[in-house]
């Protein structure tokens, strides 16, 4: 049983909206710079900011010695991911790490199916994920609304100017999902979702990592996004099918003509000897 206590984010509207969320007659304290709530007497925090500030918070977040949950992707680097690991280690904090599809009831299912071999040998695996978006505008730059502290909110990010594209834009076109300054785009975003299906399935076989990675993909050459649109990788893992790993357009020219499959725009394929 969790108590939320406090929340903290450096716009202010956005806190009315999550605190509306909660149980009315509460006492939640607000904060718009995260590093105050670290010094209050919170127990653990819940990491849910832009990708670029998801270890800079949790780095702070175990020196202040808060048990952490942190959003996927965990970082824009594997030397961030090694950092966590380590500083989280030394303060002796507990981070779950938010991989929350596991919990998903077909998900358990299929991942059930796979391990105790109801569909045979594996002699295919794909995971895929929706693609980037292109585009976006930094234009115009528009005044900082009020009670919205936007050098917090860029945080460990370049500073730019406050365009809509950039922070304002709501649902899956919002530029913090697709700028190289906050994320690394979709194939982070969204792809550690399915990806993490495979890494189950891998952990319980007690695979390891791939031998080798050989990967393609589209960056724009224009407008405000400029991560990753579309990609297509193979891994190669010792005593298994090759690994394709791709955004949902680039998936299909891997995906077997099965009777009745139709792949959406996310999903971990496992084809076996016997289904």
Known sequence: MAEIVALADPDKGALRDWKETLPKGGKVREYSDFRELLDSDVDAVHIATGDH?????????????????????????????????EISAEHKVVVQYGTQNRSVGYVRAGIELVLNGHIGEIKEIHVFAPRGASGGSAAPVLPVPEGFDYEMWLGPAPATPFSHDRVLEKGPRNGIFHIHDFAIGFIAGWGAHPYDQLQW??????????????????IPKSGLFDTVTHWDATLTYPGLPPVHFADDESIHRHLPKLPGLTAGDHGTLFVGSEG
């Open 53 to 85: 500030w998801h270890v800079p918070v949790a780095l702070l977040s175990a020196r202040a010695k808060k048990h952490i949950y942190i959003e996927k992707p965990l970082a824009l680097s594997i030397e961030q991911c090694l950092a966590c690991r």
């Open 201 to 218: 399935w891998l952990d319980e076989m007690h695979i390891g990592m791939p031998t080798r990675v050989e990967a393609t993909g589209t």
